[in-house]
């Protein structure tokens, strides 16, 4: 059974810096494409960003677009979020997905990936 599981996450101000991981078991991450997503309270999930097959891959929400930047180390079977410039607006649990399907592309949609992790919270405070 494919787990993920999410790592990192913390209170920090604005400005900061936060790397979240998402390690696979039960499965090798070199066969999926990995996704990160996120909820605020209050508001639905939103997608983050994502990486396809192919780590040169990826796709970013415009609001994280050049603060943010999704890797992948297939050999720890594990992804990374390097989030810089956290702003409050940040705040959320955030989760990682993966594809089975595998694409070389970098899916966007929710109902594209087909397991989740558990969540990691992330607080920015002002």
């Known amino acids: 059974q494919v787990q993920l599981a999410e790592s990192g996450g913390g209170l920090v101000q604005a400005g900061d810096s936060l790397r979240l991981s998402c390690t696979v078991s039960g499965g090798t991450s070199i066969n999926y494409a990995l996704g990160w997503f996120r909820q605020a309270p209050g508001k639905e999930r939103e997608f983050v960003g994502a990486v396809g097959r192919r780590a040169d891959v990826t796709l970013y929400e415009d609001s994280v677009q050049g603060r943010f930047t999704i890797s992948r180390d297939d050999a720890r079977n594990t992804a990374y979020l390097q989030m810089n410039s956290l702003k409050p607006e940040d705040t959320a649990v955030y989760y990682c997905?993966?594809?089975?399907?595998?694409?070389?592309?970098?899916?966007?949609?929710?109902?594209?990936?087909?397991?989740w992790g558990q969540g990691t919270q992330v607080s920015v405070s002002s």
């Open positions: 997905a993966a594809d089975r399907t595998g694409p070389w592309y970098a899916p966007r949609l929710a109902p594209e990936y087909d397991y």
